[in-house]
């Protein structure tokens, strides 16, 4: 079967952040938007066919999860991560970034510690800060573009009384995939020093080849406090339906994000989330390994364009995501001069790594999920102003 990832799809109008909010973050329509994290491609049929089917129901009621969903994740865990989840573990929730928040809440007292590891995706810090805990920075370890869990400092993070550690897995922006040495010794500490683990692996579909990722659920023991929040809305590009689960084996811990959720009374969903979510994790293997297969191509290209011809620009090469990490440092430029380089120059609108925290600083971030065409005429823009010394 093959999948059409090149003909470009309008999303312009249609409500898109990446598109339409292009004004209000860079402060011009006239950039080609490589920045927030969902992707330009149409999602796979079996999804766009069981939205239909259902829209034929012209009744949009409160609605049920029902034991087909919960199966979906049973399967696709299996399936894809060999990770046996029982029933009785799953809660499902809105996006994965109010489980973030909830997670902080559930098991962090106001004051208590929470472990972060900069460069991250930013709610990781808001979910912290914005509830009033006390964030504990573990900055990863970058050398010559590998990026390391600083385990020795982690675990003295541990010993400053935190009670959660938010791990990012794979880890955005930087791409890792954290190997089964990393993630137990991930666990030792967690064990020793009686931290829960926030495992947000949301991106644990995207994996390219060279890599395997391990949900970290997958190598847990009893007793171990692992809460993981899982989706399809990357994998299959339906953020914008925001529904994700829960994966939490721990009855106490399940109890206390339950509750966590319940001040909030957020239990509900809409049933077109539901029916899409199931569609895509009993149907869309296929498409979803095409998709990766577009997308090494995709990185594999961008990674061979700057070696050649941009050399000052070099790409961290991701094990998985389509977010790309880009270290510019060696531009030369601050960062407000990096931001507006690309976007008035070049008229690319990026990620400023910035915004990940600690780390982040001389780095950009690249959304490569978009047909190839955008991402090449990107690349060319960006060529021929730092050819042309245009920055200085
Ligand atoms: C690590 C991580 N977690 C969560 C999210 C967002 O999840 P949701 O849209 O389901 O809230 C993202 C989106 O970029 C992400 O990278």
Avoid at 179 to 191: D, G, S, T
Avoid at 348 to 376: C, D, K, L
Wanted: glycine share 6%; net charge negative; hydrophobic share 40%.
């Amino acid at each position: 079967m093959s999948f059409d990832f090149d003909t470009p799809i309008s999303r312009e109008n249609t409500g898109a952040v990446k598109f339409d909010g292009r004004k209000q973050y860079f402060g011009t329509e006239d950039v080609t938007p490589l920045w927030v994290a969902d992707m330009d491609f149409a999602v796979p049929e079996c999804v766009t066919r069981a939205l239909q089917e259902r829209i034929n129901h012209p009744v949009f009621g409160y609605t049920l999860y029902p034991e087909s969903l919960y199966q979906s994740i049973i399967d696709w865990f299996e399936r894809r991560h060999h990770w046996k989840i029982e029933r009785d573990w799953i809660l499902m929730a809105p996006g994965v970034v109010p489980s973030l928040f909830a997670a902080v809440k559930a098991f962090a007292n106001e004051g208590e510690g929470v472990i972060v590891q900069p460069p991250v995706y930013f709610p990781f810090f808001s979910a912290v800060t914005t509830n009033h805990r006390k964030l504990i920075l573990n900055p990863l370890r970058e050398t010559h573009g590998h990026y390391e869990i600083d385990f020795a400092h982690l675990e003295s993070c541990a010993q400053q009384g935190a009670k959660l550690l938010m791990l990012c897995t794979p880890h955005n922006p930087v791409g890792r995939v954290w190997n089964e040495k990393e993630l137990q010794e991930v666990l030792r500490i967690a064990r020793q020093y009686d931290l829960t683990i926030l495992s947000d692996d949301i991106h644990a579909d995207l994996i390219y080849s060279e890599a395997t990722h391990i949900m970290l659920g997958r190598l847990a023991q009893p007793g171990d406090k692992i809460v993981t929040t899982i989706a399809p809305n990357k994998t299959f590009n339906i953020p914008g339906l925001g529904l994700s689960a829960l994966v939490i084996p721990n009855v106490e811990q399940r109890k206390a994000m339950k509750a966590a959720f319940e001040t909030l009374h957020v239990g509900n969903t809409n049933p077109l989330s539901i029916v899409a979510f199931e569609a895509a994790y009993r149907d869309g293997d296929v498409w979803l390994d095409a998709l990766m297969k577009y997308l090494e191509s995709t990185r594999d290209l961008v990674a061979d364009f700057l070696q050649k011809n941009i050399p000052q620009i070099k790409m961290i090469k991701p094990e998985a995501t389509y977010l790309l990490w880009l270290d510019c440092r060696e531009l030369g430029m601050t960062d407000p001069q990096l931001r507006d380089f690309f976007i008035r120059k070049c008229k690319v609108g990026m990620n400023p790594g910035t915004v990940f925290g600690e780390g982040g600083s001389g780095f950009m971030r690249m959304n490569i999920g978009t047909a190839r065409a955008a991402i090449v005429e990107s690349l060319e823009r960006i060529c021929e102003n730092i050819n042309h010394n245009n920055f200085k």
